[in-house]
């Protein structure tokens, strides 16, 4: 089973990002777009894993806390690695000072079961596309700058999801094995 742990978004800022995506997508950058209804802000991919493990998964998550919700604001937009050499296409996040400490939680967690802390700081982000190759970046970035706004929406979430991923030729099919709240009460 391929895995990883992510955070929901609201139908509103689905909503918004599935009429960004119809506006840039003529602009015929060399780019796979992420479907809307796949979009969610990762907390932990955690990787192909036995399904004899999901138990011990599911007991390591059910423990992970936070004092209160987390918030997020979606705006603004970028590329990985940078601009001139485009990667991924993404959607900035602004979240309360309690996200990177629940990714943390979440990834400490996991590690006593054989499962490695990630090797880059978390960096949240939503993303749109990963690029095939820079050709036609230059009408994606003219589309961009004709934007009258790029606020899409925020969410508050008091829970975290794991999910089952299968890919396919064209996108991933995202499973949704179990919630687990994670504000102490």
């Given at each position: ?7 929901e978004?609201t139908e509103?800022?689905?909503a ?6 119809a506006?840039?997508e ?19 991919f ?6 004899a493990?999901?138990?011990l998964?599911?007991?390591?998550l ?20 940078n601009?001139?050499r ?13 996200l ?13 079961l ?15 596309g ?12 003219q ?5 009258p ?5 925020r969410v ?20 949704r ?7 102490r009460?």
């Open positions: 089973m391929r895995l990883f742990v992510a955070l978004l509103g800022v689905r918004a990002l599935r009429e960004l995506v506006r840039l003529p602009a015929g950058a060399d780019l796979r777009w992420v479907r809307p209804q796949g979009m969610h802000l990762t907390l932990k955690i990787g192909e894993t036995p399904e493990k999901l138990p998964l599911r007991e390591a059910a423990r992970v806390r936070s004092p209160k919700p987390v918030e997020m604001e979606f705006h603004g937009l970028g590329y990985f690695p601009e001139r485009p990667r991924v296409f993404w959607v900035g996040i602004e979240a309360s000072d309690n990177p400490a629940l990714a943390a939680e979440v990834e400490a967690a996991l590690e006593p054989g499962i490695p802390r990630e090797s880059r700081p978390f960096a949240p982000h939503l993303t749109l990963r690029f095939k190759s820079a050709n036609r970046l230059e009408g994606l970035q589309e961009i700058a004709r934007l706004a790029t606020q899409f929406g508050e979430t008091s829970e975290f999801v794991l999910f089952q991923s299968r890919l396919s030729p064209h996108w991933a099919e995202y499973t094995l179990e919630s687990f709240p994670f504000v009460s």
